[in-house]
């Protein structure tokens, strides 16, 4: 799976968007972005993710450029509980992938008031 | 509906014991994944079991570590003979078969 390229860490403020980026420039036709983040001491927890197409739910937004080396993950207005660290990471899907998971750093999120 | 649990939530045991980690997957999940989480260190993949096929046991660190999974549900991870590096956060997370996985709470393993 593409190796990802996330920053060590962001700042912002409570009530303000939050935009993550992520970097995966050697991403290949098939494989999906994904994001996860982890709560301190909780496991992880699935966010959204994408192909090519800009995708939202009820968490966040995922902005994919159309080369697909470049993505951003949107938090339309950060609270306090959305301080975590965020997850990039690259995968396949289909018959014959496990689907296992590449956690890199990540990006530690610290929303302030 | 119920979510991925794991037990013990934590568990010390003395070096050289062997310990035994339980996972209870969403029901109607087929794939179970092991990860571990060292302090300070990020997520590693352990083992990755789908329905009847054989399980991906490309991440387990050495023969010491196994798991199983019964009746497509339940799954157990063994480490016999711990040592201190195997203090560790332990995650099991289900998904449907290709999609997005979700994780339980962990078991927070201490070797002393």
């Known amino acids: 799976d593409a190796k990802t390229t996330q920053p060590p860490s962001m700042d912002c403020a409570e009530g303000r968007a939050a935009n993550l980026p992520c970097n995966h420039s050697?991403?290949?036709?098939?494989?999906?972005v994904y994001w996860y983040r982890q709560i301190h001491s909780q496991g992880p927890q699935y966010i959204i993710h994408?192909?090519?197409n800009n995708e939202t739910n009820e968490m966040a937004s995922l902005i994919i450029t159309e080369d697909r080396k470049s993505s951003t993950l949107i938090l339309p207005h950060a609270t306090l509980r959305d301080t975590a660290v965020y997850y990039c990471?690259?995968?396949?899907?289909?018959?014959?992938?496990?689907?296992?998971?590449?956690f890199g750093q990540g990006t530690t999120l610290q929303v302030k008031p | 509906g119920a979510g991925v649990s794991q037990s013990p939530s934590n568990k010390v045991t003395e070096k050289g014991k062997d310990v035994e980690l339980r996972c209870d997957p969403i029901?109607?999940?087929?794939?179970l994944y092991w990860y571990r989480q060292s302090l300070g260190q990020g997520l590693e993949f352990l083992i990755y079991?789908?329905?009847?096929?054989?399980?991906?046991k490309s991440g387990l660190p050495s023969d010491r570590f196994s798991a199983e999974r019964t009746g497509g549900s339940v799954s157990t991870l063994t480490i016999q003979r711990t040592q201190q590096e195997d203090s560790a956060v332990y995650l099991c997370?289900?998904?449907?078969?290709?999609?997005?996985?979700?994780f339980g709470p962990g078991t927070r393993l201490t070797v002393t």
């Open positions: 990471i690259v995968r396949t899907h289909g018959s014959g992938n496990t689907g296992k998971l590449i």
């Open positions: 029901s109607g999940h087929t794939a």
């Open positions: 994408g192909l090519k």
């Open positions: 079991f789908q329905g009847n096929s054989a399980p991906d």
């Open positions: 997370a289900s998904s449907l078969a290709g999609a997005e996985q979700y």
């Open positions: 050697t991403i290949s036709g098939n494989e999906y």
